[in-house]
């Protein structure tokens, strides 16, 4: 099985790795993010479809498992798994019967839009025999149909063959993109209404996703949770605040927050923690994972006025944040990331831990980063933590060194990303 020329999604080898080792392969991802095209891409011709929107498919699915599971042999790809968790056990017992000499390796790949009730069902009934792989939206690299230049870390020599694989990027040319978003629908066709794509994304959300999976019943409370959400992107979690600004119980606040969790919407980065220092602050801080759909629940109306607006720095860091994860992701990794803040307000945007190491990564808007952008960077290694290099991601025209911290810190420009 090769990969097409064309394909621009950098997680295509990870899902071909991994359907040679695992019988069962499973892409999650928020709805519209490219799961089922780019699985469809990377297919071997003989693999069969079938997709569980298909009412008579469906029907089939949950009233008669056994029977599905006989008429679609492998290698089959599974569609929307999740609106039939009954099949689970079927497919468990037929890889079992085939076993690894019966050819069972590769035997079913399945999608879900990051599911609610799903995962529970995938770590009881296929623990082992399941590889499961999240897919995001299009990275900048992937959308501008650039080299892959692998997990970030901001190393010298990584640093430098990011720059001189990227494509140069202004302020506006950025914010551009950062207000357009990363759903695949949008970048492949310009000329697409792009408040018409969030609205009627917005709308098969709250439908099929949050009303038929997530039993969500109020879904002009759970849109305004949704904009609360949004308008804290890159801000610490206040659930409190959440939930008053939603009218809704602190209890709901909690449970709506994890259907956003879990149908990929909004992420956690967590604080990073040492045994070496109890000042340090234990809230999470939230984020949006398009910051297309973050600017229109908003209600950012171009992309001049986003840059210029009292969310511009957070969606910049949302923006920035966003394309590191999706570089690990879509490499196949599960890295290590936190944030550092403690309880004197000193603190750095992004951890990443690789090699026993922690990367410090800070978010500027500007072009010529001070000595304040280092400043968490000389706090953190007073705690005596193992560092690596770090960079300040920001609007330089060029990647630079920087002086006066304690570790080597790069000056990136964020469209080298």
Same mark, same amino acid.
């Given at each position: 099985?090769?990969?097409?020329?064309?394909?621009?999604?950098?997680?295509?080898?990870?899902?071909?790795?991994?359907?040679?080792?695992?019988?069962?392969?499973?892409?999650?991802?928020?709805?519209?993010?490219?799961k089922t095209t780019l699985l469809r891409a990377v297919a071997e011709p003989e693999r069969r479809y079938v997709t569980l929107d298909d009412p008579l498919q469906l029907r089939l699915a949950r009233e008669d498992p056994a029977l599905f599971i006989q008429t679609w042999?492998?290698?089959?790809? +599974?569609?929307?798994?999740?609106?039939?968790?009954?099949?689970?056990?079927?497919?468990?017992?037929?890889?079992?019967?085939?076993?690894?000499?019966?050819?069972?390796?590769?035997?079913?790949?399945?999608?879900?839009?990051?599911?609610?009730?799903?995962? %529970? !069902?995938?770590?009881?009934?296929?623990?082992?025999?399941?590889?499961?792989?999240?897919?995001?939206?299009?990275?900048?690299?992937?959308?501008?149909?650039?080299?892959?230049?692998?997990?970030?870390?901001?190393?010298?020599?990584?640093?430098?063959?990011?720059?001189?694989?990227?494509?140069?990027?202004?302020?506006?040319?950025?914010?551009?993109?950062?207000?357009? !978003?990363?759903?695949?629908?949008?970048?492949?066709?310009?000329?697409?209404?792009?408040?018409?794509?969030?609205?009627?994304?917005?709308?098969?959300?709250?439908?099929?996703?949050?009303?038929?999976?997530?039993?969500?019943?109020?879904?002009?409370?759970?849109?305004?949770?949704?904009?609360?959400?949004?308008?804290?992107?890159?801000?610490?979690?206040?659930?409190?605040?959440?939930?008053?600004?939603?009218?809704?119980?602190?209890?709901?606040?909690?449970?709506?927050?994890?259907?956003?969790?879990?149908?990929?919407?909004?992420?956690?980065?967590?604080?990073?923690?040492?045994?070496?220092?109890?000042?340090?602050?234990?809230?999470?801080?939230?984020?949006?994972?398009?910051?297309?759909?973050?600017?229109?629940?908003? %209600?950012?109306?171009?992309? %001049?006025?986003?840059?210029?607006?009292?969310?511009?720095?957070? +969606?910049?860091?949302?923006?920035?944040?966003?394309? +590191?994860?999706?570089?690990? %992701?879509?490499?196949?990794?599960?890295?290590?990331?936190?944030?550092?803040?403690?309880?004197?307000?000193?603190?750095?945007?992004?951890?990443?831990?690789?090699?026993?190491?922690?990367?410090?990564?800070?978010?500027?808007?500007?072009?010529?980063?001070?000595?304040?952008?280092?400043?968490?960077?000389?706090?953190?290694?007073?705690?005596?933590?193992?560092?690596?290099?770090?960079?300040?991601?920001?609007?330089?025209?060029?990647?630079?060194?920087?002086?006066?911290?304690? +570790?080597?810190?790069?000056?990136?420009?964020?469209?080298?990303?």
């Open positions: 099985m090769t990969l097409p020329s064309d394909l621009r999604r950098f997680l295509g080898p990870s899902i071909l790795a991994a359907s040679a080792t695992f019988p069962v392969l499973l892409v999650t991802g928020a709805r519209q993010v490219g042999t492998p290698p089959v790809l +599974i569609d929307e798994i999740q609106y039939a968790p009954e099949l689970l056990p079927h497919i468990k017992m037929a890889v079992d019967q085939r076993g690894p000499r019966g050819g069972s390796r590769g035997s079913y790949w399945l999608t879900g839009s990051q599911p609610f009730h799903l995962m %529970q !069902g995938v770590s009881e009934s296929l623990a082992g025999r399941v590889a499961v792989l999240p897919l995001l939206g299009l990275s900048s690299r992937e959308a501008q149909a650039l080299p892959d230049a692998g997990p970030f870390l901001p190393l010298r020599d990584a640093v430098r063959a990011r720059q001189a694989s990227a494509r140069r990027c202004d302020l506006v040319g950025l914010y551009a993109q950062i207000w357009r !978003g990363s759903y695949p629908a949008l970048v492949a066709n310009p000329a697409m209404d792009r408040d018409l794509f969030y609205a009627s994304y917005l709308q098969t959300y709250l439908q099929r996703d949050v009303r038929d999976l997530a039993r969500v019943g109020d879904q002009t409370a759970f849109l305004r949770f949704l904009r609360a959400a949004a308008a804290r992107t890159a801000q610490l979690l206040n659930m409190a605040e959440l939930a008053r600004d939603a009218d809704v119980a602190p209890n709901t606040a909690k449970h709506w927050l994890s259907v956003l969790e879990a149908s990929g919407i909004a992420w956690l980065l967590p604080p990073w923690s040492s045994n070496l220092t109890k000042r340090l602050t234990k809230t999470p801080k939230l984020y949006l994972l398009d910051t297309g759909l973050a600017a229109w629940l908003t %209600q950012w109306t171009s992309p %001049q006025t986003l840059e210029a607006g009292a969310m511009s720095g957070a +969606i910049f860091e949302t923006w920035v944040l966003t394309q +590191i994860l999706k570089s690990h %992701q879509h490499a196949g990794r599960q890295t290590s990331l936190y944030y550092y803040r403690d309880k004197d307000q000193r603190e750095i945007d992004l951890l990443i831990e690789a090699d026993g190491r922690l990367h410090p990564v800070e978010c500027k808007k500007s072009a010529s980063p001070g000595a304040s952008a280092l400043a968490g960077m000389r706090t953190l290694a007073g705690t005596g933590a193992p560092l690596g290099d770090g960079a300040v991601v920001c609007m330089v025209p060029d990647a630079l060194p920087l002086t006066g911290a304690a +570790i080597p810190v790069w000056a990136l420009p964020a469209w080298a990303l």
